[in-house]
């Protein structure tokens, strides 16, 4: 059994004071709906985890009840940090499922091939992350201000989201960042940190992130094109 956590509890706050980023309309509807229908509408995952900010869960309700979202699904409260909120939904997660697909609320434009492939990625290796390989020219700045060096860019890559694993893997992975009191930005550091490899998907597709203003056009494109 193949299952998705969409996390869904940040409050974005780089794209404004009072600003709530996932309610957004681009091509017409919310960012979020656009995410869940993704997940929705793929054959590969058989439920959801939505993880909510308290408090949010009637307005989620209604875009289910509204667009007719129909795969089992269900809401859980968020934490304080984005790997409280992923180990809320974990918790969530059905007894049968095998593999687990997280993926940010904020990013509508994921691909059904994107998302089938990270699934097969985990199921072989263990763990599996959507990334693209750096092709800007990336510096170094120890004030914001100068440039301090160049980083060599040849072995970077961006990673995104779907990172979809094992359950049992994720679960030991984020224990263990308990266990220490870490904080980490991500599901994949948690897998470095006991040593689980990783495995990259390349994103053949755009598929950014709403996080600043000006995303917001790019990412309207994007979906309308997928629309037609």
């Known amino acids: 059994?193949?299952?998705?956590?969409?996390?869904a509890a940040g409050k974005g706050t780089r794209m404004g004071p009072s600003v709530d980023k996932l309610f957004l309309e681009v091509a017409g509807r919310p960012v979020v709906l656009h995410t869940w229908q993704r997940f929705n509408d793929v054959s590969c995952i058989d439920d959801i985890v939505i993880v909510v900010r308290d408090g949010m869960q009637s307005a989620f309700r209604e875009l289910a009840g509204r667009?007719?979202?129909?795969?089992?699904?269900?809401?859980?409260?968020?934490?304080?940090?984005?790997?409280?909120?992923?180990?809320?939904?974990?918790e969530a997660l059905s007894s049968g499922a095998e593999i687990v697909a997280i993926q940010d609320a904020a990013r509508p434009a994921?691909?059904?091939?994107?998302?089938?492939?990270?699934?097969?990625?985990?199921?072989?290796?263990?763990a599996a992350v959507a990334a693209q390989v750096v092709t800007d020219t990336i510096k170094e700045s120890a004030d914001g201000k100068f440039i301090a060096r160049t980083v060599d860019r040849s072995r970077l890559w961006a990673v995104q989201t779907p990172?979809?694993?094992?359950?049992?893997?994720?679960r030991r992975a984020l224990?263990?960042?308990?266990?220490?009191?870490?904080?980490?930005?991500?599901?994949?550091?948690?897998?470095?940190?006991?040593?689980q490899p990783v495995q990259l998907v390349a994103a053949?597709?755009?598929?950014?992130k709403v996080t600043l203003p000006g995303d917001l056009a790019y990412i309207e494109m994007l979906l309308r094109r997928s629309q037609l």
């Open 1 to 7: 059994m193949n299952s998705a956590i969409i996390v």
């Open 67 to 90: 667009y007719n979202l129909k795969k089992a699904h269900r809401f859980v409260p968020g934490g304080a940090e984005r790997q409280a909120s992923v180990w809320n939904g974990l």
């Open 110 to 126: 994921t691909s059904e091939t994107l998302i089938a492939a990270t699934i097969a990625a985990a199921r072989e290796t263990g």
């Open 163 to 170: 990172q979809t694993f094992r359950v049992e893997v994720i």
């Open 175 to 195: 224990n263990e960042v308990r266990r220490r009191g870490l904080q980490v930005t991500d599901d994949t550091a948690a897998c470095e940190l006991i040593g």
């Open 204 to 208: 053949v597709e755009p598929n950014p």
